[in-house]
């Protein structure tokens, strides 16, 4: 399967980079390029991309804006956002995730990381800057953001105690491997707990899931250390 790729970024001269890298590889291909929120809205409506690689700050509507625009669209459900930005704060990566980005990566990422986030929001996996502050960010995710609903504990309802536990160890960091190696279990399994959770939550990808987590109260964030 063929990843199609929408890139939303202001600079030409980096969207012809990322074209070019992306184009490089056999199971890529850019769609489409969008030099402002706007047109990263209307061309995401478009070429229903597999991800856009969007920028944070761009003239007029920016990246976040365009990401919660994209994100509540439903006909858009199964296209997936990975922010690239320098602006590599917690507030942004929080902001980001609220808006229902499933990676962030700061501009200096390598080409190989590069292509390894987007291969990596379009399975579905969470992806943080492994700059961000752990704790910030938790704290962030667990205040709802104006004008959002905030999950609920009673949305874990349907969830079976595994599939709660499976989704607490996520949201802690933990990869699938790791949460596999917890509680005993094959990683295929622990996917599949993660799977199960995501549909029942409506949740469209692993980062939502961990957002889900905080606001239900299902994991607190630790107190931030002085």
């Known amino acids: 399967m ?29 769609v489409g390029e969008a030099a402002d929120g ?8 478009t070429h229903r991309p597999d991800v856009v690689v969007m920028d944070i700050r761009m003239p007029g509507t920016d990246g976040l804006t365009a990401t919660a625009t994209i994100c509540a669209d439903p006909s858009l459900s199964a296209t997936h956002i990975l922010i690239l930005t320098t602006f590599d704060t917690e507030e942004h990566v929080a902001r980001a995730l609220h808006a229902g980005a499933g990676g962030f990566l700061g501009k200096d990422v390598g080409a190989e990381g590069l292509l390894h986030g987007i291969r990596t929001v379009v399975a579905g996996d969470a992806l943080l800057s492994p700059q961000a502050t752990r704790n910030l960010i938790t704290r962030f995710l667990a205040t709802p953001q104006p004008g ?3 999950a609920a504990q009673k949305d ?13 160890l996520a949201a802690e960091g933990l990869a699938n491997t790791e949460i596999a ?22 949740a469209r990808d692993r980062a939502q899931l961990v957002v889900i987590a905080y606001q239900t109260g299902l994991v607190h964030p630790n107190p931030p250390r002085h």
């Open 2 to 30: 063929t990843i199609r790729v929408l890139l939303a970024d202001d600079q030409a001269l980096l969207r012809e980079t990322f074209r070019i890298l992306i184009d490089s590889r056999p199971d890529m291909e850019v």
């Open 156 to 168: 874990l309802a349907g969830l079976t105690t595994r599939e709660r536990e499976v989704m607490a």
């Open 181 to 202: 190696e917890r509680l005993y279990l094959s990683p295929l399994t622990v996917r599949t707990h993660i799977h199960h959770a995501m549909t029942k939550l409506h």
């Open 38 to 45: 706007d047109d990263a809205v209307t061309l995401t409506r």
């Open 148 to 150: 959002t609903h905030p």
